[in-house]
């Protein structure tokens, strides 16, 4: 296909579900746009990019099915253990200052990660003072973290996690096996509000001691980057902690003076100014 018109079409998909559907992903990185574009024309058994266009403009459940293909869903229980054990050691000190906390976990994808905080916030005593405020711009992926319910086979490697995370308990704790399912403790939900959230359209909903926005921006463009940048910290508390995936930074975004460097390795930053 000519690369330019490969172009065009996408930018007119884009610009076609937003002005109907109003989700943007107009600014998100291109390459990877289009490798999950491709994914979805050959699962739809579609030829073309103005042939997914049709289909999804005409074609709910296409939407779905698009929505779910554009949106990453890499997440594990106490992903990057080392993350935790950092959180743990320089954040939760912090937070016992304080008499009640919000935390925001921005893109939350099927909750693993959420529930990972829940977690270690029960365990250093803090659950009962906390509320987590778990978002996704994709209902379907939010109902599956809401239930609370992962495959059992991967058990083993979330209990590594966690211990490699500095977790104190039996993992085995925290959920109940049936059928191939282990089913997470009712009580670590109690604290947890899951609601839908688009970085790319919508705007801040509260102050937040902690946001977690974790292997996020690097499906977006610099501009989105930038403009995600600004809801983050306008809608952190001063000396509020902001979490980053690795392969993330605060490096020459507008925002970079902002912030002191908490724990550089684990990309923790501390809101100063």
Same mark, same amino acid.
Not at 136 to 145: P, S, T
Not at 174 to 200: G, W
Not at 210 to 231: P, T, W
């Given at each position: ?30 390459? /990877? ?9 050959? /699962?739809?058994?579609?030829? /073309? ?20 293909? =554009? ?21 939760? $000190? ?37 509320? @987590? ?17 992962? $495959? ?6 979330? !209990? ?11 993992? /085995?704790?925290?959920? !109940? ?8 403790? $009712? ?11 688009? =970085? ?30 600004? @809801? @983050? ?10 979490? @980053? ?7 020459? !975004? $507008? ?19």
């Amino acid at each position: 296909m000519n690369p330019h018109l490969e172009d065009i079409e996408i930018q007119l998909l884009l610009e076609g579900i937003f002005r109907y559907y109003g989700f943007d992903f107009r600014n998100y990185a291109l390459a /990877s746009m289009k490798r999950r574009i491709w994914n979805t024309i050959r /699962s739809e058994q579609l030829d /073309s990019i103005s042939g997914l266009q049709e289909k999804v403009l005409h074609d709910r459940d296409c939407m779905e099915r698009f929505l779910l293909n =554009l949106s990453v869903h890499v997440t594990a229980m106490f992903r990057d253990s080392s993350f935790y054990l950092a959180f743990r050691n320089k954040v939760v $000190p912090l937070l016992k200052t304080y008499p009640f906390i919000r935390i925001w976990h921005a893109g939350c994808s099927t909750g693993e990660e959420v529930y990972s905080m829940a977690i270690l916030l029960q365990e250093e005593g803090l659950y009962h003072r906390s509320r @987590l405020y778990a978002t996704d711009m994709n209902e379907m992926v939010l109902r599956k973290a809401k239930a609370g319910i992962f $495959p059992l086979e991967l058990m083993q490697q979330y !209990t590594q996690n966690y211990l490699e995370a500095g977790g104190k308990n039996y993992f /085995s704790e925290y959920y !109940t096996a049936a059928y191939d399912n282990a089913i997470f403790r $009712p009580s670590l939900k109690e604290n947890i509000v899951f609601s839908p959230h688009n =970085l790319a359209t919508d705007s801040s909903f509260n102050e937040f001691n902690v946001i977690l926005c974790r292997n996020v921006l690097i499906y977006f463009n610099k501009s989105l980057q930038e403009k995600v940048h600004s @809801l @983050l910290y306008e809608s952190l508390i001063r000396f509020g902690i902001l979490g @980053l995936g690795r392969q993330e930074s605060l490096k020459f !975004t $507008p925002y970079e003076k902002h912030y002191e460097e908490l724990v550089r390795s684990e990309k923790l930053y501390r809101r100063i100014v």
